[in-house]
């Protein structure tokens, strides 16, 4: 008997509170935009925040009811774009791939000189303060990873000097790993420019130099700046810049470079063409030498 | 009697023994010295000669950067050689003048009064700041600043610190034990400047010779009294010995001394107002401790301004072992710093020298949850959960749990089971509150 009634009470109890609750879905509805829904689906969710929304939903629903652009997924990249594109029915052109990079290449903590042993706490933030850092260089690499602990996307790798290499394949630009670093080394530069300076010494060459474990930090010489085609480098505080709008990726600023401070992965390509080309024309001209001479010993 | 203290707080070994019976010695006229133009809390000095200027020793080479901000003088005699960015004793790098001395040490006018005591409240103060005096126990906070509370905050007592709680140093025992008269002087001064009706020179129990001599010459002082402390670190922070020796709390939350009507001043800032007041004497020159474990004759040394470390030590013989590390100040406050090339300070206290082994610093394990952090920290905090939320970058608990009233003193790493580096995590989140809330 008990069984039938608690069954029953039970029974009757659910029936109410379901109807309850059917009435209160109705009565309270909340319109939302179905697009919303598809669009959060199709961002990577990553919550990067490289959008400048907090997370992937706030984006989308930004997108919908507030019709920002909707280029603004960088790790999305364009496959999401164009996926974002068919859904609102709006044509936008994806920005530029962007891929972050180090300006500095110490040469890694194998190699690079130490003023003192840090055996403080594991961050970047911490190591700077510290007497301006442990090693020589005061704008360099501290190595504490705080770049590859920020990354969500496994992009940033140590090799094996403990020198930070970025994934250019995997890394999405979404700007975590140029927000942790504490000496602003980081930068996100477009993908197809190829020449970059890759130091962030303001110190004057004489201290910046030995300071260097690679003996590659910009001295400030200012022959690039001369020798650029473009006026896209200028010199500031000792340390040469390039703004990457007007740079057109020929590589002779790294040519001129006496430090190697300007890379260029293409300068050694470059160079043996033009090593091969010398080497050419002066067999060439040898040629035609011997040739002359030829000619003159068999008129004697 | 009984000792008064404060509620938590660590025992370290004093380490006094080093340089406990060494009486001070006159460091030899450096040949050159790098006077740093930002020694104090606030503004840096602004330079008022240019190279080339000759200089005598005692002349003002620098002015005030603003109202939180101190004079600098010239050390010793001699040309300016360089006025650029050179070694600082915390590590950095900061603007400094540097002198190089004609080995005359041909001083200003010196001047001496006879009824320094009769002074009025308005020509004290004006001597005190024209000698660039800051407080000497390290932070080097402007004394001026702190003798100049605003009307609605009276002040009724100033404590003398002559409490001395950082391990190994010895400056203030050995200046208190030699310079006794000049340092109650010195008091009674500030006390004049304030219109303080109570001085409290509060020592701790580990200088029995100097309470002793204390009491006795302030016998017949009705209003001066000397507190016997308990031997306990942080027990010569600023809040902690107010609470010891007069049992009122500064209020949390960047409460100041002046809030409950008190000012503290170090024993050596009061030596120095005394020269300064009696002589017109500008601040050039303060006893600086040599000690640690590797330093073949630990010595207290009466320093010019602006002398570099190395020539301290080299005064002191040198070293026993190979440097590990180089401490600018206490061991549990001071400074760590690469080499010896930085120049003593106004606020430098000591210099320690520690073997290879002694600065080799263990690994952090994980926290276990013992509270030991939270039962020695004297201001009552939690340091552990502040280390968390720093590391976790929380920055909202991390204010929530009270890292702004941190005094930094590392009781907490002291004591931690776990070598957690506390107190340097800590003081991430004192640098980013204090840049949030600037902004």
């Not at chain 1, 006026?231 to 600023?253: F, H, P, R, S």
């Not at chain 2, 009769?118 to 702190?146: Q, Y």
């Not at chain 2, 209003?223 to 020796?245: D, H, M, S, T």
Request: hydrophobic letters at 35%.
């Amino acid at each position: 008997m008990i069984i039938v009634y608690s069954v029953a009470t039970l029974g009757i109890l659910g029936l109410i509170y379901g109807l309850g609750l059917a009435y209160a879905s109705r009565k309270f509805h909340v319109e939302v935009d179905p697009k919303i829904e598809k669009i959060t689906e199709i961002l990577p969710q990553a919550n990067c925040g490289a959008c400048g929304y907090p997370g992937c939903s706030a984006y989308a629903e930004a997108i919908v009811n507030n019709g920002v652009d909707i280029n603004k997924c960088a790790p999305g990249g364009s496959a999401v774009l164009g996926q974002i594109s068919k859904i609102m029915g709006v044509e936008a052109t994806a920005t530029e791939r962007k891929v972050a990079l180090i300006h500095c290449q110490s040469g890694g903590s194998n190699n690079t000189f130490f003023r003192y042993k840090y055996e403080g706490i594991p961050t970047c933030k911490a190591a700077v303060q510290l007497s301006n850092g442990p090693n020589l260089c005061n704008y360099g690499c501290v190595f504490q990873n705080d770049c590859l602990e920020a990354c969500n996307f496994d992009a940033i790798h140590l090799d094996e000097n403990g020198m930070r290499i970025i994934d250019k394949e995997k890394c999405t630009s979404c700007g975590a790993c140029v927000k942790a670093c504490p000496r602003d080394l980081i930068e996100l530069v477009p993908v197809k420019k190829r020449v970059h300076v890759l130091c962030s010494s303001q110190d004057k060459g004489a201290v910046a130099r030995p300071a260097c474990g690679n003996k590659t930090a910009c001295i400030g010489c200012g022959l690039c700046v001369k020798k650029c085609p473009v006026d896209a480098i200028t010199l500031n505080n000792n340390l040469a810049v390039i703004n990457y709008e007007k740079c057109i990726n020929c590589g002779q600023c790294a040519d001129v470079c006496p430090t190697a401070a300007i890379f260029d992965p293409l300068k050694e390509v470059r160079a043996k063409k033009k090593a091969e080309a010398k080497a050419k024309a002066e067999a060439a001209k040898k040629k035609v030498e011997a040739a002359k001479q030829k000619a003159a010993e068999d008129k004697e | 009697m009984g000792l008064k203290t404060f509620p938590g707080g660590v025992h370290p070994h004093d380490s006094k023994e080093f340089s406990k019976d060494a009486a001070i010695e006159d460091l030899p006229i450096p040949k050159k010295v790098v006077i740093p133009l930002s020694q104090h809390i606030g503004a840096p000095a602004k330079p008022l000669v240019k190279v080339g200027d000759e200089v005598k020793t005692g002349q003002k080479i620098a002015e005030p950067g603003g109202f939180v901000s101190i004079p600098m003088h010239a050390s010793i005699s001699g040309k300016i050689t360089k006025i650029a960015d050179f070694p600082h004793p915390t590590g950095i790098t900061s603007l400094a003048i540097e002198i190089t001395g004609d080995g005359k040490d041909d001083w200003i006018e010196l001047y001496e009064e006879d009824n320094f005591l009769e002074l009025t409240a308005d020509e004290i103060k004006n001597r005190i700041s024209e000698a660039g005096i800051c407080g000497m126990g390290g932070a080097g906070f402007p004394t001026l600043v702190k003798i100049s509370p605003p009307t609605e905050k009276p002040i009724d007592t100033v404590i003398l610190n002559g409490v001395e709680c950082e391990p190994f140093l010895t400056a203030d025992y050995r200046l208190m034990l030699e310079k006794a008269d000049e340092i109650i002087w010195g008091l009674k001064l500030l006390m004049k400047t304030v219109d303080a009706q109570n001085g409290i020179i509060g020592i701790e129990a580990n200088k029995p010779d100097v309470i002793k001599k204390m009491k006795e010459l302030t016998a017949t002082e009705q209003n001066i009294r000397v507190v016997g402390l308990k031997l306990k670190y942080p027990q010569g922070a600023e809040k902690q010995l107010i609470y010891a020796a007069t049992k009122r709390k500064v209020p949390n939350k960047g409460g100041l001394p002046m809030d409950v009507n008190v000012v503290v001043q170090n024993v050596g800032t009061a030596f120095a107002v005394y020269e300064a007041v009696r002589y017109k004497k500008p601040l050039v020159e303060r006893i600086v401790t040599v000690s640690g474990s590797i330093v073949k004759v630990p010595k207290n040394l009466k320093t010019r301004i602006g002398t570099k470390f190395e020539e301290l030590l080299e005064f002191c013989n040198g070293t026993t072992e190979d440097i590990g590390k180089v401490i600018s100040g206490g061991p549990m406050m001071g400074f760590a710093i690469p080499n010896l090339e930085a120049p003593v300070a106004k606020g430098s206290s000591g210099l320690l020298l520690f073997n290879k082994k002694q600065a080799h610093r263990q690994k952090e394990n994980t926290c276990i949850r013992c509270g030991s952090c939270v039962d020695v920290c004297p201001m009552n905090l939690v340091p552990s959960l502040i280390a968390k939320n720093v590391r976790y970058e929380d920055w909202e608990m991390t204010e929530k749990y009270g890292v702004m009233d941190c005094i930094k003193c590392g009781s907490c790493a002291y004591v931690c089971p776990s070598n957690i580096k506390l107190i340097q995590w800590i003081d991430i989140g004192k640098m980013k509150i204090s840049e949030k809330n600037r902004s």
